[in-house]
């Protein structure tokens, strides 16, 4: 058995496809979760106790159910029950941003206490009304700090992508899969797909480590402020 | 209660690190049941020294010498001769997981395979000589830092050695607290523990040395019994360091 | 279809086994996850220049490749090259390799958190350096691992279902079954996503329950 027979190689471009919806998965995922993620975690802060107990409730669910359990509870049962038939691929994007929401949130409401009282006296001590010092004073910081725990969602969502595979999403794994139906050398593609998810792995770490250094508050988290 | 009896000889320790040559070639012998105290400015290597003897820093040059056998390039036998030379930090080092009684039976159980009741007796013993029967099963966070030095002192004598070596041991003692490790430290010296300690506590060490050594710039300036320091010319840079403690 | 209007006498006993199956695959995996995530962390941490990259590289492969991916390469990749293993004993090794990357991260952080000093005083005693680790930089890592520990422990309870996809017929497999069988499939995983959530609330609790009782005072990881 060679390592790199000459079916192997002729059958890489069908990956390309897959690798990009992969990618599409990944990304519309995060965006879902950071739209939904920042509002939910401002309403657990400061949101009324019963708006609280909602998003917790959210969260519970969202982040104790398996990704499997949640892919087969949408796409076989509250999909068809509500009588939308959309594609698997955006079915798995919603369940991954859903997901994502929940744990983003969690980040975020974290990254908001910890500056919350300190910060919020201060800009209500300058006369700022609850929101203005929410929108202006809290948040921007939050956000910035909120940024390491954020990015690591890239690499759980990537690895998360490919168990789309069991509702017949066409990402990479799957792609892979049929391959290897195909001309049945699934060591070879297997390990080659593995390769592949490692490097979409690292590569969008560093790229969102980058992101992350630029936006980062110099100073911040190093001891108190005074 | 100094004998004759050379049981440590340190010969021409060199130390560098890096561009900066910390012991330039340090070489002294400790007689059994004397102590010794290592004055100077800081950052002369006296800190480095002591843990040469002990090989906790590696030498660049040099050998040591316990009881007439190497200690300098022992291999895995160096674990044989730490359990003869005992060592107490300036921050003490405390086990923060174990009790005051475990951390004074860990090196009992584990490095001299004692059985628990051995183990067990003979720390509660050492905790009494320091005063800390009371203490016995409170974790380091919740002593004092007097308690937790005195700690660190019994862990050291459990194992029996032939010489303890003192790194600054009361430098983050606040000054009352300082006092009960001195009273400690004073108590060993007078029962024959062979002692090298470096402090700043000069009263403390004029009163308890058989001999200073003055370091300066990685080297032994000057040394000699304390007594002689205010009259003898051998003692003139330590009299000008020590003058400079007094305000 | 109504709900609710299926046959429980029919469904629990099916679930019932499947929940066997994961109980099997979670207890069997996490205590060998646990234990290669202290080799690999201490062979990083303290192993020679060879070991270490070689631990290093363990953890970079099994954290960047997909978990469900690794299965397939077990179960589906391995027999190619003359390596057959059941799909129970497929999903516990993938289980444990994968683990045993995420809890060595966890467990190297604990260790490197632990002071310098510790190690000096317990070489001064005459410890030797393996000595030194089991008995006083091990035992204060792992308390300092725990949250992380526990963490990685909820994910195999939950990842456990993957198991599936190599036909293992753990509870969601189970349900699945069921469920495309009967045409129940709502309902049917409502019931599995309690189980689910059931498991890791208790699982959660417990955990908590456990950090408090071999909390030391003072001692909390700072």
Redesign the interface.
């Known amino acids: 058995?060679t390592i790199l027979s000459q079916a192997v190689i002729d059958s890489l471009p069908y990956l390309l496809p897959g690798i990009f919806t992969t990618l599409g998965l990944v990304l519309t995922a995060l965006g879902i979760g950071l739209i939904m993620g920042v509002p939910m975690a401002l309403i657990h802060v400061y949101g009324s106790w019963p708006l609280q107990y909602i998003i917790k409730t959210y969260v519970?669910?969202f982040r104790?159910?398996?990704?499997?359990?949640l892919l087969?509870?949408f796409y076989?049962?509250?999909f068809?029950?509500l009588g939308l038939h959309i594609s698997a691929f955006w079915i798995a994007a919603i369940v991954l941003g859903f997901r994502t929401a929940a744990y983003q949130s969690e980040i975020f409401r974290g990254a908001i206490l910890s500056i919350q009282d300190g910060q919020m006296l201060a800009a209500r001590s300058l006369g700022m009304s609850r929101s203005q010092a929410i929108i202006h004073v809290i948040l921007p910081q939050a956000l910035r700090n909120a940024l390491p725990g954020w990015t690591n969602e890239y690499?759980i969502l990537?690895?998360?992508?490919?168990?789309c595979?069991?509702i017949g999403v066409a990402e990479l794994?799957t792609r892979g899969?049929q391959i290897?139906a195909r001309i049945?050398?699934?060591?070879t593609i297997?390990?080659l797909?593995?390769a592949i998810?490692?490097i979409l792995?690292?590569s969008g770490q560093w790229v969102f480590a980058r992101i992350e250094r630029r936006y980062r508050i110099p100073g911040y988290g190093e001891g108190d402020t005074r | 209660m100094m004998t004759d009896e050379i049981i440590l000889r340190v010969q021409e320790i060199h130390k560098r690190y890096g561009e900066n040559e910390v012991l330039k070639g340090v070489s002294f012998d400790v007689r059994r049941g004397e102590t010794k105290v290592f004055i100077g400015p800081s950052g002369t290597g006296k800190s480095t020294l002591l843990r040469c003897i002990n090989q906790l820093t590696v030498p660049d040059s040099g050998s040591i010498w316990l009881n007439g056998e190497e200690v300098t390039h022992a291999g895995p036998a160096i674990n044989l001769y730490r359990q003869k030379i005992g060592m107490v930090f300036q921050n003490f080092n405390l086990f923060d997981h174990l009790t005051a009684l475990g951390n004074v039976e860990i090196a009992l159980l584990r490095v001299k395979k004692m059985s628990r009741q051995e183990a067990r007796k003979k720390a509660l013993m050492e905790l009494e000589q320091v005063g800390l029967s009371d203490k016995v099963n409170s974790y380091p966070a919740e002593l004092s830092g007097g308690q937790a030095q005195r700690l660190s002192i019994a862990r050291a004598l459990a194992m029996d050695p032939e010489v303890i070596l003192f790194d600054e041991p009361t430098s983050s003692l606040d000054p009352e607290l300082t006092r009960e490790v001195l009273e400690v430290m004073r108590r060993l010296a007078r029962n024959g523990m062979t002692m090298l300690i470096v402090t700043h506590e000069m009263g403390f060490a004029l009163s308890v040395a058989n001999e200073i050594l003055f370091m300066e710039h990685g080297l032994i300036a000057e040394k000699g019994p304390p007594s002689e320091i205010p009259t003898s010319p051998d003692f003139t840079r330590t009299r000008r360091f020590l003058g400079s403690f007094q305000d | 279809m109504t709900l609710l209007q299926f046959d429980f006498d029919l469904l629990l006993p099916v679930l019932y086994q499947g929940a066997l199956v994961t109980f099997a695959l979670i207890l069997i995996s996490a205590p060998f996850g646990f234990l290669n995530g202290i080799l690999i962390a201490v062979g990083r941490v303290y192993g020679n220049r060879f070991i270490s990259t070689l631990c290093h590289g363990y953890v970079l492969f099994f954290k960047g490749c997909p978990l469900l991916l690794l299965l397939f390469i077990i179960y589906f990749g391995l027999p190619s090259i003359g390596i057959t293993f059941t799909a129970f004993t497929s999903a516990v090794i993938g289980f444990i390799l994968c683990n045993g990357a995420y809890n060595s991260e966890y467990l190297r952080g604990g260790i490197q958190s632990i002071p310098a000093g510790q190690m000096t005083a317990a070489l001064s005693l005459g410890m030797s350096r393996s000595q030194a680790v089991r008995s006083i930089i091990l035992p204060q890592a792992l308390r300092r691992s725990l949250p992380g520990l526990s963490n990685e422990f909820i994910y195999l309870i939950k990842y456990s279902s993957l198991a599936y996809m190599i036909t293992v017929v753990e509870i969601t497999g189970a349900a699945k079954a069921f469920a495309t069988k009967h045409f129940a499939f709502f309902e049917v995983f409502i019931l599995i996503g309690l189980f689910y959530l059931g498991l890791v609330t208790i699982a959660g609790y417990v955990i908590s329950r456990v950090e408090k009782r071999i909390a030391i005072p003072g001692f909390g990881g700072t």
Do not use: C, K, Q, R
């Not at chain 1, 104790?64 to 359990?69: A, F, H």
């Not at chain 1, 990537?158 to 168990?163: G, H, I, K, N, Y």
């Open positions: 058995m519970w669910i104790g159910l398996p990704i499997l359990v087969f509870l076989f049962g509250i068809p029950l690499p990537l690895t998360d992508s490919s168990v595979y069991a794994l899969n290897v049945h050398e699934p060591m297997f390990v797909i593995a998810f490692i792995n690292y």
